[in-house]
């Protein structure tokens, strides 16, 4: 078995065993765009006697038969657009276990395949560092827009990598990780902050997620300047009233912070006055005999609780008349999530419009009782009409089906509906996996 394997490994390389090494090494290697010759040999040169197989799905016009498995039963599946064996556009790692070296023969593959659009790890056990290298890999893929990672728990939450602000993916299932209320934090904060926010990502699952309230929390916050995301699903969480009340509430008209007016001014400053540029940097440090004057800028005189806060409304001042270096840079990047709402001022406060991007959500299967209805009805009547949530999935939680708010909920959802409206009832009841 094992000379068959070593005969098999030289054949891929096309070599005799008798021959020396060719000078093609891993990082040399050009890969020609075609999965079932790329694959084995980058495995081969990363001296792998024993990889997956793979198995090539052509278009139904083609009856012909998978290629030769190769020892053991874990293939990379690869779906082409046609007979052209240059038209990947599906990969797929489905039930078996990756390990760095197939990693990083995927990230050597991925920038050469042109038609990709859709990469699917299923129980992969893929680890922090691997989604890492998947993440460096993505942007080269110049169509690559759909990633399904299900099935694959990361202790380290790094999944919300896969949505930061430059990512170029437009669909992502995270179905079934384990990510709970901290993964789901930092999946908030990379959908948006008052500083930046994804322009991408359309469609977003989280199903199966054991995401309770605090990280509802937080996906409600990411929702707030977000307004890219059209698709978002929660199905079989821990999400009970406050977290649903989180996200009716940023549907509706939202009240500036204080921390969000101040960088908005800022942004408004650096648009208005382009010349001036990081006024408000600190100097470096002097040196005088080898030594910083650091210590002595830090001995600071004790203050007052009103010196305190007066300082402080001095240098707010100063901050908002003289941007900072990093208030420029995001001037530069693209206008802020800020900068993008239509600002109201009433009653000595700032007023932006709510969520109106997001057409689906889907909360089935958890935690929700009657109690928090009447307010996810009443930020549903709130929404302008023909725009804003469209779609909103809650059977299956802790409220009677017939209680009289759901069914005005109901009513609600059917008349926001446009052609598709026919088919609420019907979809409502096709909804779980």
């Not at 707030?224 to 977290?243: A, E, P, Q």
Request: net charge neutral; aromatic share 6%; hydrophobic share 35%.
């Amino acid at each position: 078995m094992f000379l068959i394997k070593l005969l098999n490994y030289f054949a891929i390389l096309g070599q005799s065993p008798n021959e020396k090494k060719s000078e093609v090494t891993f990082d040399n290697y050009e890969c020609s765009g075609i999965v079932d010759t790329d694959f084995p040999r980058l495995c081969v040169l990363l001296d792998m006697l024993v990889f997956p197989g793979v198995i090539t799905k052509r278009p139904v016009t083609d009856n012909r038969p998978p290629g030769p498995l190769i020892w053991k039963q874990r293939f990379l599946r690869v779906e082409l657009e046609s007979q052209d064996p240059l038209t990947a556009m599906k990969l797929e790692v489905f039930g078996w276990k990756v390990d760095d070296r197939i990693i990083r023969v995927l990230q050597k593959m991925i920038p050469s395949l042109s038609n990709l659009r859709v990469l699917y790890f299923w129980q992969a056990g893929l680890k922090d560092r691997m989604v890492k290298s998947l993440m460096n890999a993505i942007p080269l893929c110049s169509n690559l827009s759909t990633v399904l990672l299900e099935g694959n728990p990361i202790p380290e939450h790094s999944y919300h990598l896969l949505l930061s602000e430059d990512s170029p993916l437009t669909k992502l299932s995270l179905r079934n990780n384990r990510i709970g209320d901290e993964g789901a934090r930092l999946i908030g904060l990379a959908l948006s902050t008052y500083k930046s926010a994804n322009r991408k990502l359309l469609s977003l699952n989280l199903n199966y997620n054991s995401i309770g309230d605090a990280g509802a929390k937080c996906i409600a916050a990411g929702l707030r300047w977000n307004r890219t995301l059209v698709s978002l699903s929660l199905i079989r969480n821990k999400i009970g009233d406050s977290g649903a009340a989180h996200l009716a509430a940023v549907l509706r008209e939202l009240a500036l912070t204080h921390e969000e007016v101040v960088y908005r001014r800022k942004l408004l400053y650096a648009i208005n006055h382009p010349e001036a540029s990081k006024k408000n940097e600190k100097p470096a440090a002097s040196k005088e005999n080898g030594k910083t004057n650091e210590k002595a800028s830090d001995e600071k005189v004790p203050q007052t609780e009103g010196e305190k806060l007066g300082n402080e409304e001095k240098q707010l001042s100063t901050q908002e008349e003289n941007p900072s270096a990093a208030v420029h840079e995001q001037v530069e990047r693209g206008r802020s999530p800020l900068l993008d709402a239509e600002v109201t001022p009433r009653d000595g406060d700032l007023f932006a419009p709510g969520n109106a991007t997001l057409v689906e959500l889907d909360l089935s299967y958890n935690l929700i009782t009657q109690r928090v209805l009447p307010l996810i009805l009443t930020a549903l009547e709130g929404l302008p009409e023909g725009e804003g949530l469209q779609l909103l999935y809650m059977h299956r939680n802790r409220f009677p089906p017939e209680c009289e708010t759901y069914l005005k909920i109901r009513e609600e959802m059917i008349s926001r509906l446009t052609l598709q409206s026919t088919d609420f009832d019907q979809n409502d009841e096709k909804k779980e996996e």
